[in-house]
């Protein structure tokens, strides 16, 4: 046998084997099958030829047969022994067949099912493409939204809270703490923050009102209170709110923008004061009034009421003086080098907070260091004098609304029209003006 003969599988191999060993077997079996029979012979002839009597002959022909018996029983075991080894080994090889069958279905089974399962995967991966897409494109949104509300309350002038009822939790914005002078570390983020700082006459009727509105008595909270500022003062504002409800109606967070009303407060309570404190009021009464409110308005020591002496003008006349206080003479001046010239000249407030005495000769000279000047329109809107305040010191608080500031000019203008008004009266009737000063 040759080596490209050889069988290269180790069951095929088996199978050479065997039938190699089968092929051999008729002539080694036909050989221990006349064994029995040649012991018997042999037997026979021993015992004819060397035993005397008949006993040992006996013997002799026992002992053959039993040889021969015994021969014959090992060749039908050894006969036996290979056809249950042929049976098993050609069991095994079915059952190896009828695995190879089963294995065989199996993978049959699996890639018929590849094609189904492929796909399906296909159609999930597809799926789950487009949901991360559209997750994307929503965190995008949420990020553009997130900007631009960062930006809208960032540059907003309302300050934005949030409270969480159940916590007592609550965030201020930066915008909400600047409003009282506050820097970003100096409020905490309880709500108490928010109420330790109302005024204590406001405080009940803001929590009543609150109250109102998370009970649903009220679609939204809405209250003009007063919050303490950093420096110990007071500041007006309008906070807004609205209740974020579960599905019962329970309010569990509050959003609400308070917005800084300090200057239409004051504004108010100035219109109101000019409107009902100086109802009747005329001629110099009337500038007193006016200076010694002006003075308190931008806590100043020192404030006057002039009106312009020619056209164009060039000196101005004091029509009340309030300084340290109380009334102080009125006086004459001229107006070149001083901070009023340009009150008058330009039609326009002009006001220095410090550093006066570098711009203007005149103040350098009366060492005044801060100024405030409001020019006065007659009804045609020609300048017919000026209001106004100086320090000696710089102006460190902030001014008053311009609202404030234009109803304490639009008042003087009024007098100052009226008063000369008058005095083109007397003049057509033929009187002697009034004196200027008293």
């Given at each position: 046998?040759?080596?490209?003969?050889?069988?290269?599988?180790?069951?095929?191999h088996k199978r050479?084997t065997d039938?190699?060993r089968?092929?051999?077997?008729?002539?080694?079996?036909?050989?221990?099958a006349l064994?029995?029979?040649?012991v018997m012979?042999?037997?026979v002839?021993?015992?004819?030829w060397l035993a005397?009597s008949?006993?040992?002959?006996?013997?002799?022909?026992?002992g053959?047969?039993a040889?021969?018996l015994a021969?014959?029983e090992?060749?039908?075991r050894?006969?036996?022994r290979?056809v249950?080894?042929?049976?098993?080994?050609?069991?095994e090889?079915?059952?190896?067949?009828?695995?190879?069958a089963?294995?065989?279905?199996?993978?049959?089974?699996?890639?018929a099912?590849?094609?189904?399962?492929?796909?399906?995967?296909?159609?999930?991966q597809?799926?789950?493409r487009?949901e991360a897409?559209?997750r994307?494109r929503?965190?995008?949104?949420?990020?553009?939204?997130?900007e631009?509300?960062?930006?809208?309350?960032g540059?907003a002038?309302?300050?934005?809270?949030e409270?969480?009822?159940?916590?007592?939790?609550?965030?201020?914005?930066?915008?909400?703490?600047?409003m009282?002078?506050?820097?970003?570390?100096?409020?905490g983020?309880?709500i108490?923050e928010?109420?330790?700082?109302i005024?204590?006459?406001d405080r009940?009727?803001?929590a009543?009102?609150?109250?109102?509105?998370?009970?649903?008595?009220?679609?939204?909270?809405e209250d003009?209170?007063?919050?303490r500022?950093?420096?110990?003062?007071w500041?007006?504002?309008?906070?807004?709110?609205?209740?974020?409800?579960?599905?019962s109606g329970?309010?569990?967070?509050?959003?609400?923008?308070?917005?800084?009303?300090?200057?239409r407060r004051?504004?108010?309570?100035?219109?109101?004061?000019?409107?009902?404190?100086?109802?009747g009021?005329?001629?110099?009464?009337?500038?007193t009034a006016?200076?010694?409110?002006f003075?308190?308005i931008?806590?100043?020591q020192e404030?006057f009421?002039?009106?312009c002496c020619?056209?164009?003008p060039t000196?101005v006349r004091?029509?009340?003086?309030?300084?340290g206080?109380?009334l102080?003479?009125?006086s004459e001046f001229?107006?070149?080098?001083?901070?009023?010239?340009?009150?008058?000249?330009?039609a326009k407030p002009v006001?220095a907070?410090s550093?006066?005495?570098e711009?203007?000769?005149?103040a350098?000279?009366?060492?005044?260091?801060s100024?405030?000047?409001l020019?006065?329109?007659?009804?045609?809107?020609?300048?017919?004098?000026h209001?106004a305040?100086i320090g000696r010191?710089?102006?460190?608080g902030?001014?008053p609304?311009?609202?404030v500031?234009?109803?304490?000019a639009?008042?003087?203008?009024?007098e100052m029209?009226?008063?000369?008004?008058?005095?083109?009266?007397?003049?057509?009737a033929?009187?002697?003006?009034?004196?200027?000063?008293?």
């Open positions: 046998m040759t080596a490209e003969n050889l069988p290269t599988d180790v069951a095929e050479f039938a190699e089968a092929r051999s077997l008729p002539s080694l079996d036909a050989w221990l064994m029995p029979a040649v012979i042999l037997g002839v021993a015992g004819s005397q008949w006993l040992v002959r006996l013997f002799v022909y026992a053959a047969l040889g021969a021969l014959a090992w060749h039908l050894r006969r036996l290979f249950v080894d042929e049976a098993r080994s050609l069991l090889e079915d059952l190896g067949h009828h695995e190879r089963r294995a065989s279905d199996r993978l049959a089974t699996l890639l099912l590849q094609a189904p399962l492929e796909q399906q995967m296909k159609r999930e597809s799926l789950l487009a897409q559209r994307t929503a965190e995008e949104e949420l990020r553009g939204t997130e631009r509300y960062t930006l809208a309350v540059g002038s309302d300050g934005m809270w409270w969480s009822i159940g916590s007592d939790n609550a965030y201020f914005s930066p915008r909400w703490k600047s009282l002078g506050c820097a970003e570390a100096e409020i983020d309880r108490d928010w109420h330790s700082r005024h204590p006459d009940a009727r803001v009543q009102a609150l109250q109102a509105h998370l009970e649903g008595h009220t679609p939204r909270f003009e209170h007063r919050l500022h950093k420096d110990g003062g500041r007006w504002v309008l906070a807004r709110a609205a209740a974020v409800r579960h599905a329970r309010a569990y967070r509050v959003v609400g923008l308070n917005l800084d009303i300090s200057a004051q504004a108010q309570e100035v219109l109101v004061e000019l409107a009902d404190g100086m109802h009021m005329q001629g110099e009464v009337a500038y006016l200076v010694r409110k003075v308190s931008l806590d100043m404030a009421l002039c009106e020619d056209d164009p000196r004091m029509l009340a003086h309030w300084q206080g109380e102080a003479p009125c001229d107006l070149t080098g001083t901070p009023c010239c340009e009150v008058v000249v330009s006001f907070g550093g006066a005495g711009r203007w000769p005149a350098r000279r009366d060492g005044v260091d100024y405030l000047g020019p006065c329109f007659d009804t045609k809107g020609n300048v017919i004098g209001l305040c010191k710089p102006m460190l902030e001014l609304h311009d609202a500031l234009r109803l304490f639009v008042r003087a203008g009024v029209e009226r008063r000369i008004l008058e005095r083109l009266r007397e003049r057509s033929g009187l002697p003006p009034a004196p200027v000063f008293r």
